[in-house]
């Protein structure tokens, strides 16, 4: 899995970090996602996709 982010579409609600926080933290400064692995080990996927779909910006996308 690889996790990308269109950081501009974020809106900061943090639904991401709640759901996976291994692999999504926010920037300080304005609540924007970064991403903490953008190839997460296995066991963390079902988090990573729960957090993909939480994102009320749409803003994370997942690829193989």
């Not at 759901?19 to 920037?27: G, K, L, M, S």
Request: charged share 25%; glycine share 4%; proline share 8%.
């Amino acid at each position: 899995m690889r996790i990308t982010v269109e950081a501009d579409k974020c809106c900061g609600a943090g639904q991401c970090v709640l759901a996976a926080p291994e692999v999504f933290d926010q920037r300080d400064e304005d609540g924007t996602v970064v991403v903490l692995d953008e190839a997460p080990p296995e066991e963390t996927h079902p988090a990573v996709r729960e957090a993909a779909q939480l994102c009320p910006a749409a803003a994370i996308a997942l690829s193989s």
